[in-house]
Every structure is written in structure tokens, then in C-alpha cells.
């Protein structure tokens, strides 16, 4: 039995089925929209939440590809702090400008078209200007888009940027990025899966971070390849660092290189601050060489300034830790 003197504040297309003054009374306080995967009696269920009950929304998840009513319906108010959808290109923009008190918003794409049409970047690097704006989530299919990139770091207000890549097709090589040293309390977490060639990836990921970083987070995922974004990298100011590789068998970059990155992020290491720096790496084959020694004589060599957490894991979940070879 339905407790009718009950209002939900999330509601979701599983309440599709119900009756329509049922409904009606269930919706009347609704503020946050919760849609998964429903296509039919859409028409109904929104009527009486934004024209019946005339809720004031300021929360939109869709899982699946928002229907293109409720997107609508959103146009027609100003409310919004939370919008997470997939691909629409067009009527997300409108959305995004009308609501100007957006807190988080988040995209996912299973295609990589969106990425390269200019409005629909020009939108998201809008959010990263607005004083109440704090997080920006995006999965994409295979872009990395450095406009983005690019208003991110220069933004002065303490935004978060989270960017997850699939099956990344590296771009084109970029002058290094600038940033607006003003502001360190901005958050980057970056993920890059399914990068695949050691000389592309060097010579187009060796721009897409600054030369000098100031953050107050700095998180970055992906296989050995990842490390190449630390290329030109000459100084790094951040409160947190975590950089988690993983990889198969051996190193499939020269092992120079490899050293070569490891100093970059070694050398920018504060002595006088607490550890901030946690270094994984992952192996998911069968290791046939040991690494730890590699990781090990660098960070000697450049000063063997105290870590948070050093560690490779091997498969079967062994690990290994620099304390163990002091």
C-alpha cells in the first residue's frame, strides 16, 4: 500500500505505472529527477510534475539518453545545481545556459563528435567562469579536448575537473598550457585508458598539462603511456598527487624515459610538507622484470624526499614498497 501523505523529493521513471492522482500527490514536492532507461508515458509523468505540481528541479540524472521532453521542460526554468546526461548536444547548451547556479554538471558520450563541435566546448568552458560552478565530470569515447583543458587552468575560481578517456586517439601536439597561478585550490583527475603507442603519446600528451602545475589535487590514471603527459613538466605545486599506472609484463617505453618521467615528479616534491605524493603501479600480466628498483634509484637520486605511498603490484595483488628496500 502507497502512503499517500508522503512526497518524494526524488522521483524516477519507475513511477511511470501509477495512477495519475497518485502520482500526483506523490510528485508535488519533487526536486530531483532520477531517469533511467523509460520511454513511454513520458508525456504524462512530466506534465504533472512541471505543470501540475510546477516542481522546481535542482537535480536531473539521466542514465540513459535524457528524453528530449524533459530537456524541454528543464529550458523553461532556472533551478538546476546538478545536470548529469548523456549525448545531446543542442538542448544540453540550452540547458546549461539557462540555469546560471549550476553546481556540478556531468556528460558522457559514446560517440566523439560532440568533443569537436565548437559551441558545445565553448559551453563547458563557460562553467569553469562562473563563481558558483565546482565540478565538471565527462567520459568520453576517444577525445581530449585541450579548449577544456585550457579553461580549466586558467579558471580563478577553485573548480574540479574530472575527465575519464576510452580508447583516447592521441591529438595533435599543442604550445604548453597556461595557468592562472591565483588560484590553487582547483581539483584535475584524469584518466586515459587504451593508449597504445609510446612515440605518439610523447609527442602530443607532452602538452596537455602546464609546465608549471599548481593544484590543490592532482590525480592521473592510465597505462605506462600515461606518464608521457609528464613530458615538459617543470614543476608541480599541489597539496595531493596520485599517479596510478597500470601496465602488462614490462615497460614498453624506454627505460630511460621511464626514469626520466620518475625525476620530473620526484624533483618537484616539496621537503618542508607533509607526504602528498602516492606512486602505483600495476602490473596485470606476469612481471618479468622487477621494477622496484628502478622506481627505487630514482627517488634516491633525487633526494628521497618521504612519500605517501610507493608501491607496485604485481599480479595476484603482491605488493612491493620502497620502505621495504631502505
Known sequence: ????????????????????????????????IHWIRSYTGIEKFFKIIFIE?????????????????????LQQQCDLKILDVREDAEKFQ?????????????????????????DFIQCLSELMYRPCFQQLNIKDHSSFNVSLLSAFFLSPYPVTLRWEV??????????????????ESKSLDVALHGLKSYRICESSLSSFLPEYIVLKSLKIRGNDYTLCLF??????????????????????????????FLEIIFNSLSPTKLPYLQLIVKYSGYAKDDHLPILYDTWKRCGAIKL??????????QEKYLEEMM
Open 94 to 118: 540550452e540547458v546549461v545556459k539557462r540555469h546560471k547556479n549550476l553546481e556540478v554538471v556531468s556528460v558522457r558520450f559514446e560517440t566523439y563528435r560532440y568533443m569537436y563541435i565548437n
Open 166 to 183: 576510452y580508447d583516447l586517439t592521441c591529438p595533435v601536439p599543442v604550445p604548453p598550457l597556461a595557468i592562472n597561478t591565483e588560484q
Open 53 to 73: 505540481n510546477e516542481c522546481r528541479i535542482i537535480s536531473c540524472i539521466c542514465e540513459a539518453n535524457p528524453p528530449s521532453l524533459l530537456l524541454d521542460y
Open 231 to 260: 613530458s615538459k613538466v617543470k614543476s608541480i605545486k599541489v597539496d595531493e598527487i596520485t599517479i596510478s599506472i597500470d601496465t602488462c609484463n614490462i615497460i614498453s617505453f624506454p627505460s630511460s624515459r621511464y626514469k626520466s
Open 1 to 32: 500500500m502507497i502512503d499517500l501523505n508522503i512526497s518524494l523529493k526524488i522521483v524516477t521513471d519507475y513511477l511511470l505505472e501509477l495512477d495519475h492522482e497518485i502520482l500526483i500527490k506523490l510528485t508535488q514536492s519533487a526536486e530531483a
Open 308 to 317: 605517501k605511498k610507493a608501491v607496485i603490484v604485481e599480479k595476484y595483488g
